[in-house]
C-alpha cells in the first residue's frame, strides 16, 4: 500500500484526465459541511499539495528513509527548491529527519506535479533501494519530504474549514464563527490540533493561524505543566484527564502497565515538541498493536526470524 500510494497511484488510467484528488479511506469521517470546492481553490491560489493532520512517523518504519534521501540530494542537488520546508523535516540543518509529517490519508493534490520527472526521480531513487519493503517506507513521509524539499512553502496549503476523522486521530474547525457556519459536530475531546503538532508548522509554511487558535493553546500549556510536574501520571492517563471523554479514559485503564515504564517523570527532560512526538507514537502504536491478531503476529515474526527478508545495506550518508 505504501509504495502504491507513493508512486503508482496517480499512474493509473482512470485518473489520467484529473489534475487534482483528494485521498478519502475507509472509516473517514467528515463532521462539517463542505461549502467551497477544494479543488478549485488549489487552482486559483497555486497550491500543489494540502493537508488536514500532522503527525510524527514511527522511527523504527524508517531507518534508513533519511539517509537515502540525503544520498538523492547529493546525486540530484538542483531538484531542490529555494525556499522550501526543510526547517519543518529537520531540526539540525538536514543532518537528521525528525519524523513530522502531513497525515497523508486527508490529503489533495495535484497530480500533474506527482507525475513531474521531478517527484519520479526521487520515487524511483527511494524505490531501488528497497526501503518500502524491508523497512515500511511510508507515503505520508515520502510525499511530506517531497513536498518539503521540492515545494515552495506557499505552495503547501492547510485545510482548516475541513473537519476530518481518520482512527485514531481528529481534526476539528478552529474558531467558533466557522465551527458555526459549516455546522462542526466534531468531538472536540478528540481534537488533534493544537495539543499534537504546533502552530510553529503554519508559520513555517507562511500560512495564517486560524481564527481562534489563542483559545486552544492554553490546552497544550496545561498538557507540559503536567508532563514536567507530575512524577505519577501516565501519558494515557494525562489524556484522559484533559480530554475526558470515554475513549480516553478507556486507553488509560488499559494501559495500567504503562506506569513506571513511560510514567511521565521519564520525560521531565524533553522538550514540549518531543513529548508530543512521544505521545503520539504512544497513541499511534497501541492502535496498530490492538488491530493485529496473534496470528499476524506470529506470521511477522516468523518471515524475519527465518531470513525470509533481508536487512537493507547501509550506505555512505556523508555530505
Not at 521540492?150 to 486521530?169: G, S, V
Not at 507540559?224 to 484522559?240: H, K, N, P, Q
Not at 503520539?280 to 492502535?287: D, F, G, H, L, M
Request: aromatic share 12%.
Amino acid at each position: 500500500m505504501c509504495r502504491f500510494f507513493s508512486g503508482f497511484f496517480f499512474r493509473h488510467e482512470l485518473l489520467a484526465k484529473y489534475d487534482y484528488y483528494w485521498r478519502v479511506e475507509p472509516e473517514t469521517e467528515l463532521s462539517c459541511d463542505i461549502d467551497f470546492d477544494p479543488f478549485q481553490f488549489m487552482k486559483d491560489n497555486g497550491k500543489i499539495y494540502s493537508f488536514v493532520i500532522g503527525i510524527t512517523e514511527l522511527p523504527g518504519t524508517i531507518k534508513l528513509l533519511w539517509s537515502t534521501i540525503k544520498s538523492f540530494v547529493k546525486t540530484d542537488p538542483d531538484h531542490l527548491v529555494k525556499g522550501n520546508s526543510l526547517g519543518f523535516l529537520s531540526d539540525d540543518q538536514g543532518q537528521t529527519y525528525n519524523g513530522c509529517h502531513f497525515w497523508s490519508n486527508s490529503e489533495i493534490g495535484s497530480l500533474n506535479w506527482l507525475r513531474s520527472q521531478q517527484y519520479l526521480d526521487l520515487f524511483n531513487f527511494l524505490d531501488k533501494e528497497g526501503g518500502f519493503f524491508y523497512e515500511r517506507w511510508g507515503d505520508a513521509p515520502v510525499h511530506t519530504i517531497a513536498t518539503s524539499l521540492m515545494l515552495k512553502k506557499q505552495e503547501i496549503h492547510f485545510f482548516n474549514q475541513i473537519a476530518y476523522y481518520h482512527p485514531p486521530f481528529m481534526h476539528c474547525l478552529t474558531g467558533e464563527p466557522l465551527k458555526r457556519d459549516l455546522k462542526s459536530h466534531c468531538s472536540e475531546g478528540q481534537n488533534f490540533n493544537w495539543m499534537e503538532w504546533p502552530p510553529q508548522i503554519l508559520h513555517l509554511h507562511q500560512l495564517p493561524l486560524p481564527s481562534g487558535y489563542e483559545e486552544e493553546l492554553p490546552l497544550v500549556a496545561d498538557l507540559a505543566d503536567r508532563l514536567v510536574a507530575d512524577d505519577e501520571l501516565t501519558v494515557a492517563e494525562s489524556i484522559a484527564e484533559i480530554d475526558g471523554r470515554e475513549q480516553a479514559e478507556s486507553m488509560a485503564v488499559e494501559a495500567g502497565s504503562v506506569r513506571g515504564q513511560h510514567s511521565l517523570h521519564e520525560y521531565r527532560n524533553h522538550g514540549p515538541s518531543e513529548l508530543r512526538s512521544l505521545r503520539a507514537e504512544n497513541v499511534v502504536w497501541k492502535w496498530i498493536v490492538s488491530s493485529m491478531s496473534q496470528s499476524q503476529n506470529s506470521m511477522r515474526k516468523q518471515s524475519f526470524t527465518k531470513g525470509g527478508l533481508r536487512p537493507m545495506r547501509k550506505r555512505d550518508t556523508s555530505i
